[in-house]
Each structure stands twice: as structure tokens, then as C-alpha cells.
């Protein structure tokens, strides 16, 4: 099933409705915030993106919303504990505005920008920008899952 292959592969998702709140959350997302997945379903994507990275992934979700287009970017979370982790994430329209609306997104952590010496490479962090060879790596394992969208039943749960 796909959370076997997230947790092969270090890939996360999660689902939020069109407000940012989750409404749904793997265990590897989960554990890659720190959270238990009951205490991460009553959190908003705002409360868990680190403040200096919120206007950019805020504005990109608006897109999404609107447009429908996915998008990619390199961002923090802050964990429980408040420590930063840099994620990399690709967010897409799970279900329309009309089916009540719902985004899917898939992160994987990026243990080189959490390094000790982040805070050089945190100097040159740039929203959206991934390097070719990740942004192959995120879009496959992207689509793997968006292609699991039939193992979504009437009630927009994931079947197991």
C-alpha cells in the first residue's frame, strides 16, 4: 500500500482542505514534524511552516487554489520541539472546489540543508527552486501517489 511504499522510500503526504487545515496525514509526515497523527489533524499548514517561509508557500497554495497548478518548493517546518527541518514539498489538487476541495501533498525531508552548516546554505534558500536531480526524484514519487487519487472512496479517506 502506499504508506508501506512512503516509508520505503522516506516520502511523506499529507491532505488539507482548501484552508491549510489537515485532514489527513501519513505517519512518516507525522514523524517528520514530530507530531502524533491525531495531535497533526487539528494543526493548519501555517501553523507548522516556519514564519520566514510562510509568504511563499502561502502564495503558491493560493495559486494552487485558484488555478489548480502544483508546485514544488524547498521550505522549514518547525517541529514540535521547535527545531526547523527543511522539507522539500510538491503540493497538487486532490479533489476540486465543486468535490469540496482538498490538496495532496508529498515532502521528503533534505538531511543536507539540516545539517550544522545550514545556516551558510540557509542564506541561499529560494522558494521553488529545486535542483533537476531532486525535483526528478520528488516528481516521480509525486506522481506515484497522486496516482493512488482511485483509493480515494466517496468519503475522501484513504482505503487501506
Known sequence: MISEWNLRSGIAY???DLEGRFVQADTRYAEILGYPV????IKRVADVTHPDDWQANAR???????TGQPFSLRKR???RSGRAVWVEVRASMLCSRDAGG????VCRPLPELNEPNRNAIQGSF???MLPEADRHVLVRSFDRIA???ALLDRTER???
Do not use: M
Open 14 to 16: 499529507a491532505v488539507t
Open 38 to 41: 491525531e495531535e497533526l489533524l
Open 60 to 66: 503558491l497554495l493560493e495559486e494552487l487554489a485558484r
Open 77 to 79: 517546518y518547525v517541529r
Open 102 to 105: 482538498s490538496l495532496i501533498a
Open 126 to 128: 529560494k522558494a521553488g
Open 147 to 149: 496516482e493512488s487519487r
Open 158 to 160: 484513504w482505503l487501506r
